[in-house]
Every structure is written in structure tokens, then in C-alpha cells.
Nanobody
Framework: VQLQASGGGLVQAGDSLRLSCATS????????MGWFRRAPGKEREFVAS????????NYADSVKGRFTISRDYGKSMVNLQMNSLKPEDTAVYYC?????????????????WGQGTLVTVSS
């Protein structure tokens, strides 16, 4: 199973970025999907997730109102639109496919992981 994340880069505070994660339809069409991140020196943390049909999404408090997760079923992709970026958003961002159908928030509920894409936000 392969998940390919893309869209990371170096931006300034207040800018926007859109992360994308491509996966196979067979892998993800009936599963929840999510994004996590790991900042330097910190543990991997939950960012956002969405259910199998996109009907339910969850967000970490730190990104609510700024980040939006969405699914593109035609392309078997999950996207993360990140607006009003802050230096504390700097991290490697990972996409993941959940074991179940729901918008899980625990990394233990996710089965497949992408390789990560680096987002750096300068002040």
C-alpha cells in the first residue's frame, strides 16, 4: 500500500498551503483518512481526519478554523487546506488511512502511513 503526500514547502506566517495525499481506491474508499504531524523534538500529533464518505471531520484545537480536510473520491485523494499558517505549524505532515470507516483522532486507529511532507513556516 502506498500513500504519496505532496504540497509541502517553505512559506511565511499568514500564508496558505494545500497538502495532497494520493492513495489507491481499494485502500481508502471505505476507510477514514487523516493527517498527522511531527514537529522537531515532539511526538507525532493528530491534525485532522475525515470519515469514509466525508460526512464527518475532526480537527485538533490548534488548527480549527484554519485547516480544512477534504476528500476527492474521483482521484482517491485526501487534501489538507492550510490557511493562516503559523510558525508553530512547522512540521513533517503525514497522511494516513484509518483501520475503520470513521474520522478517528488517535494514531493507533490508522493502519497505513505516507512518507511525510515538510512544511516550514517562517515568522
Amino acid at each position: 500500500v502506498q500513500l504519496q503526500a505532496s504540497g509541502g514547502g517553505l512559506v511565511q506566517a499568514g500564508d496558505s498551503l494545500r497538502l495532497s495525499c494520493a492513495t489507491s481506491k481499494r485502500t481508502s474508499s471505505n476507510n477514514g483518512m487523516g493527517w498527522f504531524r511531527r514537529a522537531p523534538g515532539k511526538e507525532r500529533e493528530f491534525v485532522a481526519s475525515t470519515s469514509w464518505n466525508g460526512g464527518r471531520s475532526n480537527y485538533a484545537d490548534s488548527v480549527k478554523g484554519r485547516f480544512t480536510i477534504s476528500r476527492d473520491y474521483g482521484k482517491s485523494m485526501v487534501n489538507l487546506q492550510m490557511n493562516s499558517l503559523k510558525p508553530e505549524d512547522t512540521a513533517v505532515y503525514y497522511c494516513a488511512v484509518a483501520r475503520g470507516a470513521w474520522a478517528s483522532t488517535s494514531k493507533d486507529d490508522f493502519r497505513y502511513w505516507g512518507q511525510g511532507t515538510l512544511v516550514t513556516v517562517s515568522s
